[in-house]
């Protein structure tokens, strides 16, 4: 019943930009209830934390490697969250996924791929 669907994902020569969105529907509260996040995981690597954005819109980037490119956002009006991402690099190839939480739960999204190359 609770479900987050990631789109946005896809090809993209480096430099380029995408602007991944997660769609939250079914959640027990009010969207804003939750924190949301942007995981990332790429071919062989282990999931790792991008950005995250608190119930109350305060964003904190966990990655020196993507600050000053990717931004987190969310619009509480359509129940989605975003990330922003520019100047894209090969590096960046992965799997992206979002996650929300609050005090009881989290859920998953099922992921988004995105691939970066020429």
């Known amino acids: 019943q609770v479900q987050l669907v990631e789109s946005g994902g896809g090809l993209v020569q480096p430099g380029g930009s995408l602007r991944l969105s997660c769609k939250a529907s079914?959640?027990?509260?009010?969207?804003?209830?939750?924190?949301m996040s942007w995981y990332r995981q790429a071919p062989g690597k282990e999931r790792e934390l991008v950005d995250r954005?608190?119930?109350?819109?305060?964003?904190?980037s966990y990655l020196d490697s993507v600050k000053g490119r990717f931004t987190i956002s969310r619009d509480n009006t359509k129940d989605t969250v975003y990330l922003q991402m520019d100047s894209l690099k090969a590096e960046d190839t992965a799997v992206y996924y979002c996650r929300a939480d609050n005090w009881a739960h989290e859920y998953w999204g099922q992921g988004t791929q995105v691939t970066v190359s020429s």
């Open positions: 954005i608190t119930s109350t819109g305060e964003s904190s």
């Open positions: 079914g959640f027990p509260f009010s969207f804003s209830d939750y924190a």
